[in-house]
């Protein structure tokens, strides 16, 4: 997998829905700017690898960001 993709490349290789992870970003479960962040052109962009990690519970703890 390419470390950043797309919502939906994401969704069509993880199964989740495209409801839940938007519901992730708003809800904060996922941090920006590990897990997710908007691409210069504004699109919303998954690090697979960071996803991977807090999948695993080996993501480190971040900062709350208020």
Same mark, same amino acid.
């Given at each position: 997998? @390419? /470390?950043?993709?797309?919502? /939906? /490349?994401?969704?069509?290789?993880t199964?989740y829905t495209?409801l +839940?992870?938007r519901?992730k970003l708003?809800?904060?479960?996922? @941090?920006? &700017?590990v897990?997710?962040? /908007? +691409?210069?052109?504004g699109?919303?962009?998954? &690090?697979?690898?960071?996803?991977d990690?807090?999948?695993?519970?080996?993501?480190?703890?971040q900062?709350?960001?208020?």
């Amino acid at each position: 997998m @390419t /470390k950043w993709v797309t919502i /939906k /490349k994401f969704c069509a290789d993880t199964g989740y829905t495209d409801l +839940a992870v938007r519901a992730k970003l708003s809800q904060g479960v996922w @941090t920006e &700017n590990v897990i997710w962040r /908007k +691409a210069p052109d504004g699109r919303v962009m998954i &690090n697979t690898e960071n996803f991977d990690k807090w999948v695993e519970g080996t993501l480190p703890e971040q900062p709350w960001n208020p």
